[in-house]
């Protein structure tokens, strides 16, 4: 009997050795060169994803607007659009829905604003009017607050050319009279003013409410409903990749992802703002703020309800 304990035991053993470790659930990540992904970015460095058994290649798009049809063609499984960019694709017919946030309002200072160009003359909202300025993307966040802002100051937005600006293309951008402005985040919003292409002439989210959320981790509607688990999975990484973003003796570690995956010179890190006020948890009320303000500057045609655009 002792015998064929050993013999089923030692049996057991070499098939547990030859049997395959259990297999990743693999996914790709759209996403544009910023620091608001930083949770993700230290997810995966730091052995998070591969805990709750994900694997993550992370893609970089052009811009938030190709991020709706990539999700809903397949091709990526989950995207990072701005809020706007989930607004507008819920308008027309992308059922998209957000399964985890980056930060929330209000931004600390230094680490994104409205940076005019040396030289340009330019210091208010007003000053605006008449002049080329760069953005991520058409019709996105930035967009859509900087209309507020420049309507606000008492100047008319349609006055201003919009640029579509990539966001790590705005230094030269400036440098090269392409644009009298632009508005980029960080990274590379502090390597602009370093490098003296520009300075900040104002904060065009201060009327955002505090905890609204400018940037989301989406997916369609049918992926989360039939991957609910990995959509857990990514939710606990994301928690668990704060905690360590929040600790300021991972500081280098954490500027040192941020340069990696927004393909900067590693020797910029150093200087790098790692982003506060994370958040994993979207609520309705994030979004409220987007749903009221692109109603009411024509960008979406229906009210919408901000929390028929989170996943549960």
């Known amino acids: 009997m002792?015998?064929?304990v050993s013999s089923a035991f030692a049996?057991?053993?070499s098939v547990a050795i030859a049997a395959p470790a259990f297999a990743a659930t693999k996914l790709t990540f759209l996403h544009n060169a910023s620091a608001a992904f930083v949770g993700l970015?230290?997810?995966?460095?730091?052995?998070?994803l591969k805990k709750h058994g994900l694997e993550i290649e992370f893609s970089l798009a052009q811009s938030g607007a190709v991020m709706p049809p990539a999700l809903l063609a397949g091709s990526a499984q989950i995207g990072a659009p701005t809020s706007t960019v989930l607004v507008q694709a819920?308008?027309?017919g992308i059922d998209l829905v957000a399964i985890a946030?980056?930060?929330v309002y209000p931004t600390p200072a230094g680490q994104e604003g409205v940076i005019a160009r040396t030289g340009s003359g330019i210091k208010t909202a007003r000053d605006l009017v008449g002049h080329k300025v760069g953005l991520p993307s058409l019709g996105g966040i930035f967009e859509v607050l900087m209309r507020n802002w420049v309507d606000k100051a008492g100047a008319d937005d349609k006055k201003v050319q919009w640029l579509e600006v990539q966001i790590r293309q705005m230094g030269d951008a400036l440098k090269a009279d392409l644009a009298d402005a632009v508005v980029p985040v960080e990274p590379f919003y502090s390597r602009i003013i370093q490098s003296g292409a520009g300075y900040d002439i104002g904060d065009f989210q201060a009327a955002v409410p505090a905890g609204t959320i400018p940037v989301l981790y989406a997916t369609t509607r049918q992926w989360a409903r039939e991957h609910a688990d990995t959509v857990k999975a990514i939710r606990a990484s994301l928690e668990e990749a704060n905690v360590f973003i929040a600790n300021p003796a991972n500081a280098d570690a954490v500027r040192a992802a941020i340069a990696k995956y927004t393909k900067l010179p590693p020797q910029a890190a150093a200087s790098l703002t790692i982003p506060?006020?994370?958040?994993?948890?979207v609520r309705p009320?994030?979004?409220?703020?987007?749903t009221d303000v692109m109603y009411q500057q024509g960008l979406i045609e229906h009210k919408i309800d901000?929390?028929?655009l989170i996943a549960p």
Request: proline share 3%; no cysteine; net charge neutral.
């Open 41 to 48: 970015y230290i997810a995966n460095d730091e052995g998070m």
């Open 2 to 4: 002792r015998r064929f």
């Open 11 to 13: 049996i057991a053993i």
């Open 306 to 308: 901000p929390a028929s």
């Open 101 to 103: 946030g980056t930060s």
């Open 285 to 290: 009320q994030g979004l409220k703020f987007w």
């Open 90 to 92: 819920h308008e027309q």
């Open 276 to 281: 506060a006020n994370l958040e994993v948890k």
